[in-house]
Structure formats: structure tokens, C-alpha cells
């Protein structure tokens, strides 16, 4: 049983365009969602954050939406940049633990 | 170093065999994770410690794994009569104070693979 979905294995977006990754949670009881980025042979690395009360946190070029109603959340990257290539994962924290998804592969050209 | 490092990077072993992985947490950290990821996959929580003892084991597939954590800081993820399908990343994580600081900081991880 997946809690935590992301429906989209890959993406690829050009150099200067908006980047937008999803991710969909079935479990109510997630009290804080997290976005990892992760580069080939390297662990996962904390990339933004939300509270599960709060719908939208920024930190520079990257944007993460809760949509708590439809258990949906997105991270936006503006503008993308050839170093944001790598695997993203969406998590979400309940109690102690992280739920992970499958990750989205995103390939930013340039 | 001050990020979480992992031993060995990476490890090849027999069917039925044993074997041990360690982590060496960011000095300080007081909780400490251990997470498998499969191919194609995201990560999998397996068992949390904070401090010494094991606050949260669920995650454990089965009686074939056991962890420890017996001063508080490096912890030893052990495998008994691994199976092929123990194939994976093992990924060990801290965090500073477990619940209060979200972000889990993760270490390379170890490729374990079983022929």
C-alpha cells in the first residue's frame, strides 16, 4: 500500500523554464512533508519542507504547495537550472518515520 | 567529516551469508535511521534509534535483520542468512532531536548485493 505517490517517473524541462514535481498522499495523520533531492551514488539531501497547517513555503528558487483537500503537494523550481537534474523524492513524516516515493527523475537541458 | 558516513560502500556476499553495515551518524545527532531503497523505488523505513535503544523497529522485514545502537552514536544494521532479495541500498540517516527537527540528514548509503 503506497501512501505517498509520485505518478510521474521522469521529467524534462528546459534551462530558464518552471520545473513542477507531484505528489500525492493518501494517509491524513502526515503532519509534515518534505522534499528530497538525490544525486547518483550520493544519500538523499533535504531540499524544503512544509507543516501540514501551513499551504505554501518558499525558499529561493524553489516552492513547495499543499493542497490538504486533495492530499496533493508540488515543489516548483523557477527558474530551472542544469544542477537541479537529478532524482527527487517526495516524503512525508508520521510520528518518527519518513514515507518515501518512488522519486521523479528530472532532466533540466540547456 | 561532518556528514553521516556509511561502511563499506558497497558489498557483495553470498546467499546465506552474513553480514553487517555501519553507520557513523553527525556528531551530536541523538536519533538515528536506517531506511533500505530497492530499484526504482524511494526509500523504506526499517527502524529508528533514539539514543541507545530502539525506539521504532517496525519497519523490519523480518527476524533476519536486527540493529544496534549500544553507545548511542554509530549504529551496525546486521543481516543473517541474507537472501537475494535483501538486494539493495541501505540508507542510515540522524536528525538532532527526533520529532523536533524534521530534516533527516542521510549518508551515501551501502549497496549490498546477494548473488
Known amino acids: 500500500d503506497q501512501q505517498v505517490k509520485q505518478n510521474s517517473p521522469s521529467l524534462s524541462v528546459q534551462e530558464g523554464r518552471i520545473s513542477i514535481l507531484n505528489c500525492d498522499y493518501t494517509?491524513?495523520?502526515?503532519?509534515?512533508f518534505l522534499w528530497y533531492k538525490k544525486y547518483p551514488a550520493e544519500g538523499p539531501t533535504f531540499l524544503i519542507s512544509i507543516s501540514s497547517i501551513k499551504d505554501k513555503n518558499e525558499d529561493g528558487r524553489f516552492t513547495v504547495f499543499l493542497n490538504k483537500s486533495a492530499k496533493h503537494l508540488s515543489l516548483h523550481i523557477v527558474p530551472s537550472q542544469p544542477g537541479d537534474s537529478a532524482v527527487y523524492f517526495c516524503?512525508?513524516?508520521?510520528?518518527?518515520?519518513?514515507?518515501f516515493g518512488a522519486g521523479t527523475i528530472l532532466r533540466v537541458k540547456s | 567529516g561532518a556528514g553521516v558516513s556509511q561502511t563499506p560502500s558497497n558489498k557483495v556476499t553470498e546467499k546465506g551469508k552474513y553480514v553487517e553495515l555501519r553507520c557513523d551518524p553527525i556528531s551530536g545527532h541523538t536519533a538515528l535511521y536506517w531506511y533500505r531503497q530497492s530499484l526504482g523505488q524511494g526509500p523504506e523505513f526499517l527502524i529508528y534509534?533514539?539514543?541507545?535503544?530502539?525506539?521504532?523497529d517496525s519497519g523490519l522485514p523480518n527476524d533476519r535483520f536486527f540493529a544496534v545502537r549500544p553507545e548511542g552514536s554509530v549504529s551496525t544494521l546486521k543481516i543473517q542468512r541474507t537472501e537475494r532479495g535483501d538486494s539493495a541500498v541501505y540508507l542510515c540517516?540522524?536528525?538532532?532531536?527526533?520529532?523536533?527537527?524534521?530534516?533527516?540528514?542521510f549518508g551515501p548509503g551501502t549497496r549490498l548485493t546477494v548473488l
Open positions: 516524503a512525508a513524516k508520521y510520528g518518527n518515520k519518513l514515507v
Open positions: 540517516a540522524s536528525s538532532l532531536i527526533a520529532g523536533e527537527v524534521h530534516e533527516q540528514f
Open positions: 534509534f533514539q539514543g541507545t535503544g530502539a525506539a521504532d
Open positions: 494517509n491524513s495523520m502526515f503532519d509534515y
